[in-house]
């Protein structure tokens, strides 16, 4: 009997181990999907100073954005007094909506502080896919605040990295923040 329960203590040991392993590997992907996008944004911000193209520049540079990460779904720049100077879009224009309207006035505050912004995971009624909105500020050469480059990223990874996740019959995984 005490071999027994001895043997089960140790698989369960074994087992709770690779479980978190598992969800530490989870973690990492999230945590390194949420790092790259913010990191695109403010290379964006920092290598193109966006405020001093003129609007066909600064439409093209965020259209090539779009095009090389598809999980953007809409990119927006907008001036130092929160006003939109250009915006591209997967969507039509009908369906894309106003990102600025999402963005709370904590969330404003914290731009104006130049800090980066990540939003709540909502979900998106028409598609019904996890998304979130990030921002990051732009700032001049003086380290004032100059605008804010706002992107609509779509989660739907996630979806398929918990999907893919090996967590025996009945065990149920979640994905969410510290």
Do not use: C
């Not at 598992?22 to 945590?31: E, H, K, L, T, Y």
């Not at 913010?38 to 405020?51: G, I, K, P």
């Not at 907008?78 to 709370?104: F, Y």
């Amino acid at each position: 009997g005490l071999q027994m329960f001895s043997n089960f203590q140790t698989q369960q040991e074994t087992i709770s181990q690779k479980q978190q392993l598992i969800a530490q590997d989870a973690s990492r992907q999230v945590s390194s999907f949420i790092q790259e996008k913010f990191s695109v944004l403010e290379t964006a911000v920092r290598l193109t100073d966006l405020t001093a193209l003129p609007e066909e520049e600064q439409e093209k540079t965020l259209s090539s954005m779009l095009g090389l990460h598809l999980a953007f779904r809409q990119l927006v720049f907008l001036d130092d007094q929160e006003e939109e100077v250009v915006a591209v879009s997967r969507l039509s224009q009908a369906a894309s909506g106003h990102l600025t309207d999402q963005l709370s006035e904590d969330a404003w505050d914290q731009i104006r502080q130049q800090e980066r912004y990540i939003s709540p995971v909502y979900i998106d009624p028409i598609t019904n896919e996890p998304m979130v909105i990030m921002a990051v500020p732009e700032a001049n050469i003086l380290g004032e605040f100059q605008g804010t480059l706002v992107a609509e990223v779509n989660l739907k990874f996630m979806w398929d990295l918990v999907d893919h996740l090996n967590i025996g019959e009945q065990g149920l995984a979640y994905v969410v923040d510290r």
